[in-house]
């Protein structure tokens, strides 16, 4: 962490010139690289420094630190506000002064904003800003500017990243830049305003097309890694090739000119399209170069250990959890077998662990049993629906969270009327103790409807997944009427993200993709 650069800090905390002016500490916060290229760390400096010629005091310190800090952080990731309490702890000031409220926090948590609050309390200090507003902690009326203003800066930050976000997305279903860095084998040429359009880049181009070839030619993702990393190849961070990473390009759909981006926040995914890099021959005979090594028996003895196994990687031991093996006896009979019995799992010299209870299952009679299970998967729609439909289906959370919101905009309008009057001189200890009778009833009103809100959010989202569900078995029963062979069934077992387990008692469990689990 870049420490704090601070200046005129007084030692003692107390001013030897006039007792009589107040002591002050001003601080100076930016949160993102682009305040940083405007230069608002000079625009609120400038402002402070006006600030000192209308209110003249004697200046304690400077808080301002060399990097972005966002003022949605708590407390402890905030430098500036730690350097904040311990000026306060010394009780070395009697004014914290800052362009506006929002450079000092925009945290979203209240138990944050109150433990600024408190740093005020225990300074004895009044917040004053360069519009001139003041907020003393010592009154109630300071309390609830604080609460108000505070909750007003933590809205403003929401909306912020919401803007954003709208507009990230807007871009994204335009078939623009989302945000990140540019995928492998592309760049994104901007012209003005965040359009532009995407291109091939043409070193990382030829790494793509040489990765698929030998993909389509056998070669293992961990030896595809060790040929790029000896040729010096680029690689997407710059630190080299690993398996893991030659396997995320190789199944990803971009280089056939469709970029899948899907946003964390909310979830929703865009497809933009790009300049294909690959043909559609060349991804198919690399997928099945990549099956045809997930389907390779480590024995290698005979030719027949090449034949596809179809749970090879997603069947699992019931007994221990290790993974099952696949294991060809001599009578060219093929098992799975668990890892603990497979004596390749030990090094040499190293004691061999006892095995499990789980033996030998033979391979043709779980795979038979597992492709029923796959079938009825697929077919049987009602199953699926009923795993995917929520237990808990409440009609009224809308009509619950309409209700809220009246509320709420009621509650807002008494607080306004209340302001209104304690402007006009009336009963101002009166409109005192109503605003923080109000301030108690928003803040339970909005976190009830924040729940409501939630819970018909997941209502909606759970509808939606049971339309995209309804589509994806519609496919999927496409795809089951046209397999052929074993090659097939497998690649039908990987696209529902089939995994199963066997026991010792040679029951097997199957889960796929709609979270419905069977048992034979």
Known sequence: ???????????????????????????????????????????????????????????VARIEHDENISGALGLADRPDLQELRRLADAQAFDQLRVVHLNRLTRAASLRERVALFGILEDAGAVLMDTFGGAIDPKTPYGEMLWVMGTRATADDHRSILDRTLKGRMRAAAEGGKPSGRDPFGYVWKATRRGRGQWEIHEQQKAVV???????????SALRIAERLNLDGALSPRGNGWSRNSVLNALRSKLYLGDYTFRYKLNAQTFTIP???IITQDLWDRAQIGLVSRRNRPATGRRDEDMLPSLLRGHLTCGECGRSMHTYSAR??????????????????GDLKPDPCSNGYHRMDAVDAAVWVEVERAINDSEAARKAATPTTVTESWSKQADAAEKRLAGIKKQEAATLKMMAQGLAEDACRERLVELAGQRKMTEQTLEVLRKNVADQQRAAQALAS????????????SKVQGHLDQRKLVLQIEGRAKVYADHQIEFEHMAGVNFES
């Open 209 to 219: 097309e040489l990765m698929f070839e030998l993909a389509a030619q056998g070669t």
């Open 274 to 276: 790009v300049p294909p």
């Open 469 to 480: 569900m309804d589509e994806r078995l519609a496919v999927l029963r496409v795809a089951l």
């Open 1 to 59: 962490m870049t420490p704090l650069s601070r200046a005129n800090i007084a030692g003692s905390g107390k001013p030897s010139a006039n007792a009589a002016q107040p002591r002050y500490v001003e601080l100076v916060r930016v949160s993102g690289r682009a305040q940083h290229e405007r230069d608002t760390q000079a625009l609120q400096r400038a402002a402070l420094d006006a600030m000192r010629d209308t209110h003249p005091g004697v200046l």
């Open 331 to 348: 009578d060219r009979t093929r098992y799975y077998r668990c890892a603990s019995r497979n004596r390749s799992t030990t090094r040499p």
